[in-house]
């Protein structure tokens, strides 16, 4: 079994109304010590056995381009852990 | 400057229609090697100097409480990165 948590995020250049209305929100509570908060999406995803590491790096990749991530407004990116065994 | 990674997941006992419907739409275009897929939240949180890590662990853990999860219905972790200067 091998775990690959992909990480995405709006790039610099879009605007994201959710995170500064969390980092305002924050403000007024008194959390003055926040300089800057992003926020993303996070997936887990499970693959079953035996593909290649290659052929999984090449999965993921498409699967972000085509579904995760929009390639206009937003980055990825991965890390693969291998586990033993099904959760 | 310390930078937090924050990631927000549903609980094991609630539904989550959108990362069911991106797993199903991943099998029609024959990804079939996906066991299973979560979506959650990712926060990345910059936070200024001159907070202690006592401290900083403790404000961490309000703001997920009070703003970033909905402790009902999710489940959060965090990971504290060090960092020189901002980014």
Same mark, same amino acid.
């Given at each position: 079994m091998a775990l690959v948590k992909v990480y995405v995020n709006y790039k610099k250049s879009i605007l994201n109304p959710e995170a500064q209305a969390i980092q305002k929100a924050l403000g007024r509570l008194?959390?003055? %010590?926040?300089d800057d908060l992003k926020l993303g999406k996070y997936f887990e995803i499970t693959v079953k056995d035996g593909v290649s590491r290659a052929d999984l790096d090449k999965e993921i990749n498409e699967i972000c381009d085509k579904?995760?991530? %929009?390639y206009n407004m937003e980055n990825y990116h991965y890390e693969i852990v291998e586990t033993e065994a099904a959760q």
């Open positions: 008194g959390y003055d %010590n926040i579904m995760l991530a %929009n």
